[in-house]
């Protein structure tokens, strides 16, 4: 249980703690020898809801009660957590466990993100399916019928035709570009794609933009498709570079890119032991608040004349690696983390 994140405690039917891992501890900030043997309702703004949960417990009332309550930690504020309590296999032990509820908020924030784009995923390969036939047609029959016209005046109607037609079939190949591309997996150094976006950067915004590097050189290699996720981390670092315009122009920007390693994490509904961080950030205006909760959705932008394809095609990436990407986004920072598993 020390390994846990959660914060776990075993309790007898009065809440007496006979056991407490290492998570509780941090969060409580005393001592486990000290939290062993004390009262966990104590430990609680509101102790008798705990201690009507174990009386139910103990009854066999229910198998576990979920409730949500708060959490008294010395010389720090309340901490709101969502407690469970459960009987265990002995008799008169139950099994106490509280999940922050930023925490529960963040789980449940990726596993509608995870829902949300298979949604999308499957919306836009039938769309574009659907597109492409009569596109098709389309463009055929203005050629055809501009072979017929004469007039240059009433072939510039035909070429608008054609013109827009192919736009719409480029848009169409974009969206279906992650699903026709083969996963080509090889060993990927998470920092070789990073210096190999900074580059491409630096060479489409030589001037006003300040590129920060923030590695940990001990993070391992990875199988992945390293070309996706040159992609995806592409994607992120310039719309970064577009929402920094101003900053560009005023010669203050600044690209932070900044890895770390993650122990004992859950995202995408699975618990990893270790996991890649790789945090994009920026110190531009900020997302939107009309469209934060959008970004990922696909044609979603926040500029005049995006594709708002960028940030869908990135997380689609992540995902084929059973990762997934969380943004933060206030004014003047702007984070976008991408979180893969390690080996």
Known sequence: ?????????????????LFANAALEDALGISRKSIEGSSLPQHFTEPQLLQNALAGASSNEFAALRYDAALMRPGSEHWPVHVVVAQTERAGEFVVELLPLEAQAR?????RLIDQAQANKELIRNLAHEIKNPLGGIRGAAQLLEMEIESPGLKEYTQVIIHEADRLQTLVDRLLAPHRRPHVV?????????????SL?????PRGLRVVREYDISIPEFRGD???????????????????TDRIGAGDAQLVFRTRVARQVTFGKQ??????ELHVIDNGPG??????????FPLVSGREGGSGLGLTLAQTFVQQHHGLIECDSVPGRTDFKILIPLP
């Open 107 to 111: 789980q449940d924030r990726e596993e």
């Open 271 to 276: 618990r990893y032991r270790l996991a890649l």
């Open 201 to 205: 950067i630096l060479a489409e915004f």
């Open 226 to 244: 390293r070309e996706q996720l040159i992609q995806a981390v592409l994607n992120i670092a310039h719309n970064a570079c577009e929402a920094l």
């Open 1 to 17: 249980m020390d390994l846990l994140a959660t914060l776990v405690a075993v309790v007898t039917r009065e809440g007496a703690v």
């Open 186 to 198: 090889g060993d990927v150094n998470i920092h070789e794609v990073c210096e190999r976006v900074r």
């Open 287 to 296: 997302v939107p608040d009309s469209i934060r909760d959008r970004i990922f």
